[in-house]
């Protein structure tokens, strides 16, 4: 009976607590919407939004209405869904090689799709057939599978793929600088160094949809693997003496965070800080069991990014900076707060 | 019979780390494995726990083969303590000891009363139950220790390994641990360093020596002069307690 209970309850505040994050996630995104060259009143995001779904017919200013859906509503959740992906992400590499430090771009993924990048734009690789987009997936891949093949598969621990993985970034971040003095004009080295900070610009609605489907789908399974997460807090071996799968379960949760981070990061650029950040702050607030840790980081990482779009675009009138440039900029004054708040806590 | 081990060989690419090891653990007794540094006793618990596979010779749990035994299925019956395993993570004391239900909880499956009665029921045992909403960094090296068995016992196991888990502990823990462990109702294989513990807390005893037994027994029959002379390479007087009745043993200069 008192479980019941429990079981409702618990259910209740999972339902409250979805829709209070979707909301909030909601209104960054609207507010996301409204801002730019051309302001857009909330309201008018607001029903240009029910009026799509059928559930109002409020008529709208045509060139307010093009702005929202061709150009930053796209953006704006673009943004939620990488934050969330890319939060994800380094939750999940943190618990699996137990290192604070560690990032999605740990494995070598961000250098290896800036060398896939490169040989499209530059060495005119898949004769113009591919896009940077694919070219930087294909090498993200590429890097994964040398930090694996390195770290000697799953039997290597969690220090050899760290090892593994600078080895990996500095070979493919090499091999790019390498391109662009050798072979690049400056167009091109602006081009690549623009796409390496990260940036939202030109993404629309095909870009949403692959990158909400493969977050989405990718979330599922991560957190179905949550208590085995929890379960490495002690180590690989306390983890199998626990009865986990230790090979199965690192196999499918670093090819989880590979296929997110390579999407992300061959649609925007290498997007720093988050993935490293947002499951710090998220510990602070929800605890270190991975059940609550994941969906809060995903939520999380959903409001910084957006937040971290905005003021990319309104740090500097008439100019936005690279993406990469303000999640560092915004990210670190935002963590020294939640470190000095830990500190005076415990 | 609980655990044997039959004829047990594991290698490390071409260095022999155990050769030819057999131990059969009676039920519900304390089994202390006994050896210098380097002999093989951590190799042995790893084999005996099922987190490696030995080169050759078997492993059976009341006479099946621990390799036809799933990983989860062990994990239900077998627990393991290793040596300080230890965490950044700032996990609660009960949070800790609730990994020890892993094993019993299906993917989907919420928290049941079979699994709150055993959790409660480990740290009472371990004498944890005050601190279980301390964090695991704020414990000292023997709280650390009893919380690392209270999480194998919340695993409801009928065989318990523990890999020197007195190491770093003053006095007072080390006998209130091997007291600990003694007093269980359970199968318990446990490495140990200090020879008069062993003697004291043990029924049987198994002496390594460069991956192989060099005794095997109670502790009386292990116990004697020229073991340690030989295996141990200390000069030492062996002689019956007059406080417990156990061999004690008087290390000479």
């Given at each position: 009976m008192t479980q019941t209970i429990g079981a409702a309850r618990a259910l209740g505040a999972l339902l409250a607590l979805l829709v209070l994050s979707g909301g909030a996630i909601g209104l960054v995104v609207a507010i996301s919407v409204g801002i730019g060259d051309l302001p857009i009143p909330l309201s008018t995001t607001i029903s240009a939004v029910t009026n799509q779904l059928g559930w109002?017919?409020?008529?709208?200013?045509?060139i307010h209405e093009t702005v929202i859906w061709d150009y930053r509503l796209s953006r704006a959740l673009v943004a939620a869904f990488c934050g969330a992906?890319?939060?994800?992400?380094?939750?999940?590499?943190?618990?699996?090689?137990?290192?604070p430090l560690a990032e999605p771009y740990v494995l070598g993924i961000s250098a290896g799709a800036s060398t896939g990048a490169v040989a499209v734009v530059i060495l005119g690789l898949g004769a113009g057939a591919v896009s940077l987009s694919a070219g930087a997936f294909a090498g993200a891949f590429a890097a994964f599978f040398f930090v694996a093949l390195l770290s000697n598969g799953t039997r290597g621990g969690a220090d050899r793929t760290i090892l593994a993985g600078v080895a990996a970034s500095q070979l493919f971040n090499a091999a790019t600088s390498y391109v662009v003095t050798t072979s690049g004009n400056a167009q091109q080295a602006r081009d690549v160094m623009f796409w390496l900070l990260g940036s939202f610009g030109g993404v629309r609605w095909p870009e949403f949809m692959l990158v909400s489907t493969v977050v989405g789908l990718c979330l599922i399974p991560c957190l179905l693997y949550a208590r085995v997460l929890d379960a490495f807090a002690f180590g690989d071996e306390a983890a199998a003496s626990l009865g986990v799968n230790v090979a199965r379960a690192r196999i499918a949760l670093f090819a989880l965070t590979a296929v997110m981070t390579a999407t992300i990061v061959s649609m925007v650029g290498t997007i720093g800080f988050v993935g490293l950040v947002v499951p710090h702050a998220a510990r602070f607030l929800v605890g270190p069991l991975h059940i609550r840790l994941l969906p809060a980081c995903a939520i999380a990482g959903a409001i910084f990014m957006v937040l971290a779009d905005i003021a990319s675009r309104i740090l500097i009138p008439q100019q936005v900076l690279p993406i990469g440039v303000v999640t560092a900029l915004v990210g670190v004054p935002f963590f020294s707060f939640v470190l000095y708040r830990f500190q005076r806590a415990s | 019979m609980s655990i044997t081990a039959d004829n047990l060989v594991w290698k490390i690419g071409k260095r022999t780390v155990l050769d030819g090891v057999s131990l059969r653990a009676e039920p519900g007794r304390l089994l202390g494995l006994l050896g210098p540094n380097g002999s093989g006793k951590t190799s042995l618990l790893r084999l005996l726990g099922g987190l490696k596979t030995p080169s050759a010779g078997r492993i059976t749990l009341d006479g099946r083969d621990i390799g036809e035994v799933g990983r989860r299925a062990l994990a239900k019956r077998v627990a393991f303590v290793e040596q300080h395993a230890t965490t950044n993570v700032n996990l609660r004391v009960i949070d800790v000891v609730k990994l020890g239900r892993f094993p019993h909880r299906s993917m989907f499956s919420g928290w049941s009363e079979a699994d709150e009665v055993a959790v409660e029921e480990a740290l009472e045992r371990a004498g944890m139950g005050?601190?279980?909403?301390d964090f695991w960094q704020s414990l000292s090296g023997g709280e650390k220790q009893r919380v690392h068995i209270a999480r194998a016992l919340a695993q409801s196991p009928r065989e318990l390994i523990l890999d020197e888990p007195t190491n770093h502990l003053d006095i007072q823990h080390q006998i209130g641990l091997l007291r600990l462990v003694a007093g269980l109702p359970v199968t318990s294989v446990v490495a140990l360093h200090d020879l008069n513990h062993a003697a004291m807390f043990c029924d049987h005893l198994i002496v390594l020596q460069n991956g192989r037994v060099a005794a095997a027994g109670t502790p009386e029959e292990v116990l004697t002069e020229a073991l340690l002379r030989d295996v141990f390479s200390v000069k030492a007087r062996v002689e019956r307690s007059m406080h417990h009745g156990r061999p004690h043993?008087?290390?000479?200069?």
């Open positions: 109002s017919a409020v008529e709208l200013n045509q992906g890319l939060a994800l992400s380094g939750a999940i590499m943190q618990a699996l090689l137990r290192n | 005050e601190k279980r909403n043993i008087h290390y000479l200069g």
